[in-house]
């Protein structure tokens, strides 16, 4: 398969003339003449190398024309021809995803409004799978409408329906144009935007035929879904914390992610992104941030599994302990001591902010589900504590942050569904 694209990149790659040839470096080209009834693979290995030398070759060749790929759109006549038979190899790579950075904030920023081409691809393939997920809940809510015959189900479930094929064919038509070059950084802003905003709009009425299932449900019975690693899917808390001199955070959390699960959730105030911040990310342990200054948790839960998680705090001397399925797992002291905890500020789950409400970067976004995110203004006790991962009817709501359907706003694509892991215990 190397060999004819090889042969296919060397013409015009020839007319290109020094400009080109300048970018490519030690680089020979090779050319061989085979009879018209000969056999090219047999040519080839006597005159040009192994296959392994001719595919470093087409590598190189390809690395160096997306390099200088805009000297050669400049030269349209010349390297049309070029650009098209590129553009068909590339449609057969895989996407590969950024590489990890340094440090947690030295990674540099893949946001939705400066995307690289190869980025935005990878956005286009995120979002197709969103739709994927939204037509497997369409799936759902018909059988569930077969079951309960009624007209108006559906109904709203042939509109929905309708509302993810012309989405499709949104993301279709921006697959072709960036293919083609047509859309400018500024329009692909736009055109993402607006498939956003329709996917998020249409999750909303997916969501509320949903509710139709779930009228009985208690109001915590449920678990937040994260599928992707994107900058744009997340949950918003609807109330602030208070100024805390002591906390306790517990949640239930489930995720096979890696390298690192991402950020579940995160704290800004005005002038403190990392207020208070959990985040596992790259190949670095959890990590607790409360004022920019970092704890290591010793948790060891991205087993596809679900697992019970609760850090308490204390401003005094700045005491921590990590618990695990009900077991305490860590402890230390003097993080962020005698600092309480800002009031005013923005509750986060599933991104880690850079700015207050905003700033995500999907290489730190959480993937997995989360469920019963509580918060506490003082420490739980191991009693308390364990009574939770145990899933006991005693256990206690958060007196700052109960988790409740009514508290959380999604957004991005983030579903809810119904909560399992305490049924599965009981």
């Known amino acids: 398969r190397l060999l004819p694209l090889l042969l296919l990149l060397l013409p015009p790659l020839l007319l290109l003339g020094p400009a080109l040839g300048q970018g490519l470096g030690q680089t020979r080209f090779i050319c061989t003449s085979v009879p018209l009834d000969g056999d090219v693979c047999a040519a080839s290995a006597l005159g040009t190398g192994s296959a392994e030398e001719l595919k470093g070759t087409v590598l190189q060749l390809r690395e160096t024309v997306l390099q200088q790929k805009e000297t050669i759109m400049n030269q349209k006549e010349t390297i049309r021809e070029l650009t098209a038979k590129l553009g068909r190899c590339e449609s057969q790579s895989v996407l590969e995803l950024p590489g990890e950075g340094k440090g947690r904030k030295g990674f540099s920023k893949n946001t939705m409004g400066d995307l690289s081409r190869p980025a935005a691809a990878e956005t286009l393939s995120q979002l197709g799978q969103t739709l994927q997920s939204l037509k497997t809940r369409l799936e759902n809510l018909e059988q569930f409408s077969r079951m309960n015959s009624s007209s108006q189900t559906n109904n709203l479930k042939d509109i929905l329906q309708n509302k993810i094929d012309d989405l499709e064919k949104q993301v279709l038509s921006r697959v072709n144009s960036l293919e083609e070059g047509k859309l400018s950084p500024r329009n692909e802003s736009e055109e993402r935007g607006k498939i956003e905003s329709t996917l998020t709009s249409l999750h909303q009425r997916i969501s509320d035929l949903e509710k139709g299932q779930k009228d009985n449900r208690p109001p915590d019975r449920f678990q937040l879904t994260f599928p992707l690693r994107t ?196």
């Not at 955070?249 to 105030?269: D, E, L, N, Q, R």
């Not at 976004?365 to 995110?373: N, S």
């Open 231 to 426: 900058n744009y899917m997340y949950a918003k808390v609807k109330k602030s914390l208070p100024e805390m001199y002591a906390f306790s955070i517990c949640m239930w959390i489930k995720s096979s992610a890696s390298p690192g699960m991402g950020t579940p959730f995160s704290y800004a105030v005005p002038g403190q992104a990392n207020e208070l911040v959990l985040i596992e990310w790259g190949n670095n342990p959890m990590e607790i941030l409360i004022n920019d200054k970092v704890a290591k948790l010793p948790f060891v839960i991205n087993d596809g599994k679900w697992h019970h998680i609760c850090v308490t705090w204390t401003t005094r001397d700045g005491v921590w302990e990590a618990y695990q399925d009900g077991t305490q797992t860590g402890n230390g002291e003097n993080l962020a001591p005698y600092h309480p905890i800002k009031p005013q500020g923005v509750l986060v789950l599933g991104q880690e902010q850079d700015t207050l409400g905003g700033g995500f970067d999907a290489t730190q976004a959480f993937v997995g589900e989360l469920a019963h995110f509580n918060v506490w203004d003082r420490k739980l006790s191991p009693g308390e504590v364990y009574g939770l991962a145990t899933c006991s009817s005693k256990a206690l709501a958060g007196n700052v942050i109960a988790w409740a359907e009514a508290n959380i706003d999604i957004y991005g694509g983030a579903t809810k569904w119904t909560f399992e892991a305490c049924r599965q215990l009981n």
